[in-house]
């Protein structure tokens, strides 16, 4: 059984259109508010946040399965996937630490069946529909939108942040 986890908040958008700047921008704001925000985000890339020749890098391809750094600054585990599959959104948030942690947001994962928020920018030349699934619960973009979802302006992140706020008050 995965354990519980904090609220799941995707920032869904086609590349290019700013998911990371946005999220840059959120996240102090709504540390300012009290929100304490964790994130995962997905990447299509082998992530290696280790040092090749550092001895926890060393440790790790001699074959643990499982390595941990720590410091009185911070700590991080690697975790080998086993057969090189991708963990489940829900099992990643799980290992998030929810005395920590109020809100996850979420870069990529896309597809999977949480609430989001898309992103849209004019010029980036794509249609903002193919974004708009049952679990979108508003939209942000750069220019105005005719539809019965909140339509959010991505270039006032203030406003987004005090949306996620509020949501986030009636999801916990």
């Known amino acids: 059984m995965e354990k519980s986890h904090p609220p799941l908040l995707a920032i869904t958008a086609f590349s290019g259109t700013g998911k990371t700047t946005l999220l840059k921008q959120l996240i102090p704001l709504l540390n300012q508010v009290g929100v304490r925000v964790g994130l995962i985000k997905h990447t299509h890339h082998k992530v290696d ?31 080998e996937n086993q057969d090189n599959e991708m963990p489940t959104l829900s099992w990643l948030a799980a290992q998030m630490d929810p005395r920590l942690v109020d809100l996850i947001l ?37 220019v105005k939108v ?27």
């Open 49 to 79: 946040v280790d040092t090749p020749g550092k001895d926890s890098y060393e440790l790790r391809k001699a074959g643990a399965r499982q390595t941990m750094v720590a410091s009185d600054a911070r700590w991080a585990l690697m975790t």
């Open 106 to 142: 979420v870069e990529g994962f896309k597809n999977e069946p949480v609430p989001k928020i898309a992103l849209f920018r004019s010029d980036t030349g794509k249609d903002w529909r193919p974004l708009i699934d049952e679990y979108v619960i508003a939209v942000a973009g750069d």
């Open 146 to 172: 005719d539809m019965t979802l909140p339509v959010l302006d991505i270039n006032q992140p203030e406003s987004i942040a005090a949306f996620i706020s509020e949501w986030l008050v009636d999801n916990r």
